[in-house]
């Protein structure tokens, strides 16, 4: 819950201020709290309740930080999976965690667990909205 307001006091005390910078450009506070709040409308609609678990097996980029605030303004448990895993490594977290869901980019080692959903990134992270919807 900590996160989710310090991103809504920052995102009405910093709206244009940057909170993320992306390659070459930047995302604002405003920027983010709406993406955020977009990805949790998502997640909610997907079925995504306080205390369900959503495994993380995303590289480190503006769209997993936005997964984790989205989870924190629902109540959702982030299971974060380590990029570095084998598919293996990966079955065991994911059997051991039981999570409601996965995202995962495509770069990324498709496991053999299944889960009830699963969403897979492409390259082009920036449309996670729609990815998840």
Same mark, same amino acid.
């Given at each position: 819950?900590?996160?989710?307001?310090?991103?809504?006091?920052?995102?009405?005390?910093?709206?244009?201020?940057?909170?993320?910078?992306?390659?070459?450009?930047?995302?604002?506070?405003?920027?983010?709290?709406?993406?955020?709040?977009?990805?949790?409308?998502?997640?909610?609609?997907?079925?995504?309740?306080?205390?369900?678990?959503?495994? /993380?097996?995303? =590289?480190?980029?503006?769209?997993?930080? +936005?997964? &984790?605030?989205?989870? !924190?303004?629902?109540? $959702?448990?982030?299971?974060?999976?380590?990029?570095?895993?084998?598919?293996?490594?990966?079955?065991?977290?994911?059997?051991?965690?039981?999570?409601?869901?996965?995202?995962?980019?495509?770069? /990324?080692?498709? =496991?053999?667990?299944?889960?009830?959903? +699963?969403? &897979?990134?492409?390259? !082009?992270?920036?449309? $996670?909205?729609?990815?998840?919807?």
């Amino acid at each position: 819950m900590i996160y989710s307001h310090s991103m809504d006091r920052a995102a009405r005390s910093y709206p244009e201020r940057p909170a993320l910078y992306v390659g070459g450009g930047r995302q604002t506070f405003r920027e983010l709290h709406d993406r955020v709040m977009s990805l949790a409308a998502a997640l909610t609609g997907r079925g995504f309740n306080a205390g369900d678990r959503l495994a /993380l097996l995303l =590289p480190n980029s503006p769209e997993y930080l +936005e997964f &984790v605030y989205a989870c !924190s303004r629902l109540g $959702v448990i982030v299971v974060p999976i380590n990029t570095r895993l084998s598919v293996v490594e990966i079955d065991h977290v994911l059997a051991d965690a039981s999570p409601r869901g996965l995202v995962r980019h495509s770069s /990324l080692p498709a =496991p053999t667990v299944r889960v009830p959903w +699963e969403r &897979v990134l492409s390259a !082009s992270l920036r449309s $996670v909205r729609s990815a998840v919807a």
